[in-house]
């Protein structure tokens, strides 16, 4: 048997993070078994259409790298993919089944239907259809009246399916509404259509979050009604916040495009999602995985019966970790784009300007947990700063006038460094250090402070290297007349 699952996503908003792991479940259990991954859109929900949300589905696909075989734009032997255009094959199956005394039509109002929602909800019980249309005569309802289709659920015994990783799971029948099949305008209502598209497209496991465990008995039902065989249920931990609840817009970025945009990698958000709710085996320490290791590793008896946490600490470890296996000229070509969209660079970026940056990349290539974490770390060096205040520019354990010495000496060792490299620089700056009696550290705080306005920076000189003598040396120069004025009014008080 050739295993074949599939993404149907509904096109009326963008991918939440938590239903793309379930995603990767799907498009790793296809690749590790050899199988097909379709892409198939269930857009019948029209009032709620979006309408770029099928390229933003795609293109979140495409960026994390999971290739489907089958779908819209590719093709397939059991197209087309849409189920907007597969309309005719809801309405004849729905109608076989009205024929076969399976289903039935049922011309209520909206009105009467809430209203017998009202009476139920006022006697303490759950809503449900209370059947009216249920006993009518066939032909009572007209095919020319609005009017759905309900399936005609048994009233007695049970029905039970088998999940992969639960067991069987059995439900009253009495507890399963007779749902709507067809609806007035024509349209399936998802439960029809997922089953009509799954048997005949030749699905043969799904793979979905445990939050839709309760409406698999309507499925069950739909595919005896229909005399096939249900594919293999597989039902999937949720994704949590850390505060234990789904996750959710309140716990950050919620869409693959909001996770590319804060600068996270592919790679790295692909090997995170499996590792949400799956694990590769007991005692298993490895973390890091390639795409090709995933594939070969995952094992669909593995994925966790429990909710997962989605941790956003755990995420960013990861990134970091990708970014620190990227060469330093791939890293710049990431990066570029964050520079950009700050007001930083301009793109295309200027030659003279790209030496600036290759001797950033690997500066900031040990401090980054996101792409976009190099705009903070680095903006001092293309923009303008304020001059610390003067207690940024007074050395720990020094005096004023002390450190205004410190910060004349600097400007003038530095002028005289040839070559202006960060090695000659710090080597020079340091014996400036010593020759004053001070701890680099206490010489170097002063420097940071005046050159780059922050507590923490890339290394120092590297960065004074990247930033270019002219620009240093005025801003030191500002920050030693700021100093000395105060020196001034110190030495007249």
């Known amino acids: 048997m050739t295993v074949r699952v599939r993404f149907a996503p509904s096109p009326t908003g963008y991918p939440h993070i938590g239903n793309i792991r379930t995603v990767v479940f799907n498009w790793l259990f296809a690749r590790q078994q050899g199988g097909k991954f379709i892409l198939r859109i269930e857009d019948t929900d029209r009032s709620r259409y979006v309408d770029n949300a099928i390229q933003v589905i795609k293109e979140s696909l495409e960026w994390l790298g999971m290739d489907w075989d089958e779908g819209p734009d590719k093709g397939g032997d059991y197209g087309p993919y849409t189920q907007s255009e597969r309309l005719h094959l809801y309405r004849e199956k729905a109608e076989a089944l009205v024929s076969r005394g399976l289903a039935y039509r049922c011309n209520c109002t909206p009105e009467r ?31 020319d009246e609005p009017h759905v289709i309900r399936l005609k659920v048994p009233r007695e015994g049970t029905t039970t399916f088998h999940d992969l990783l639960r067991g069987h799971i059995t439900i009253e029948n009495a507890l399963i509404d007779d749902q709507v099949l067809m609806k007035s305008d024509g349209f399936p209502t998802y439960h029809l259509a997922v089953v009509v598209d799954d048997h005949l497209m030749g699905i043969t496991h799904v793979l979905r979050g445990d939050d839709w465990i309760p409406s698999t008995p309507k499925r069950i039902l739909l595919y005896k009604a229909f005399g096939w065989d249900p594919p293999t249920y597989v039902h999937v931990p949720l994704v949590m916040g850390p505060d234990g609840k789904k996750l959710g817009k309140r716990h950050g970025a919620t869409s693959v495009d909001e ?19 799956w694990s590769p085996g007991e005692g298993e320490q490895q973390e890091v995985f390639t795409r090709t290791e995933l594939i070969e590793r995952f094992d669909i008896h593995h994925i966790n019966k429990s909710s997962a946490v989605f941790s956003y600490d755990k995420l960013d470890w990861m990134n970091g970790q990708y970014i620190r296996q990227m060469s330093n000229t791939a890293l710049l070509e990431a990066l570029v784009p964050f520079w950009a969209g700050a007001g930083l660079i301009p793109a295309p970026v200027p030659i003279e300007m790209r030496r600036q940056l290759e001797i950033l990349v690997p500066l900031v290539k040990e401090r980054l947990k996101r792409l976009s974490d190099v705009v903070p770390l680095t903006d001092f060096v293309f923009q303008e700063i304020e001059t610390p205040p003067i207690e940024k520019l007074i050395g720990r354990k020094m005096t004023a006038e002390a450190s205004l010495a410190a910060l004349h000496e600097s400007n003038r060792v530095l002028r005289e460094t040839v070559p202006f490299d960060s090695e000659t620089m710090e080597r020079r700056m340091r014996e400036l250090a010593a020759s004053l009696g001070l701890k680099a550290g206490q010489l170097f705080g002063i420097i940071r402070n005046a050159v780059t306005g922050k507590k923490v920076s890339p290394p120092l000189f590297g960065s004074i290297q990247a930033l270019g003598l002219p620009e240093t040396l005025q801003r030191l120069e500002k920050a030693e007349g700021i100093l000395a004025a105060h020196v001034s009014a110190l030495d007249q008080s």
């Open 113 to 143: 239907l809430q209203q017998v929602r009202d009476t139920q909800r006022a006697q303490g019980k759950n809503p449900r259809y209370d059947g009216l249309c249920r006993h009518k005569a066939p032909g009572a309802v007209s095919v």
């Open 259 to 277: 996770f590319r945009r804060q600068g996270y990698l592919p790679e790295a958000l692909l090997n995170f999602l499996a590792l949400v709710g």
